[in-house]
């Protein structure tokens, strides 16, 4: 009987972890390449990166690291932007506009 109550108290609890991991996992950064605003949101499952409010690049799935890809004109020109997500134990992000990077500000998560 207390292994049965030992057991279920570690499983509610490696379950908790598991969810406030991933919880904590939604981010949204935002950056400026030369008149546009380039936006990228991190969910759960769900990577997406926006310029201007339209989407460029998503990607779906559940993984420590994502690369995102897209070439959009910005200013008459096309650019070549990557965004990088992830880490092992907090989540960050990289963005370079045709290799050159770009300062991101976290913003709060938007549902």
Do not use: Y
């Amino acid at each position: 009987m207390i292994t049965c109550a030992l057991f279920f108290l570690m499983a509610v609890l490696w379950f908790g972890l598991m969810a406030a991991l991933l919880w904590s996992a939604r981010k949204v950064w935002e950056g400026e390449v030369g008149p546009s605003r380039v936006r990228v949101r991190n969910s759960v499952f769900n990577e997406q990166m926006f310029v201007d409010g339209v989407l460029v690049a998503q990607q779906s799935g559940l993984s420590f690291f994502v690369d995102l890809r897209a070439q959009t004109p910005i200013g008459g020109q096309p650019v070549n932007l990557h965004a990088h997500i992830g880490g092992w134990f907090s989540v960050d992000c990289t963005l370079t506009a045709d290799g050159r990077p770009v300062p991101l500000l976290q913003l709060p998560f938007d549902q």
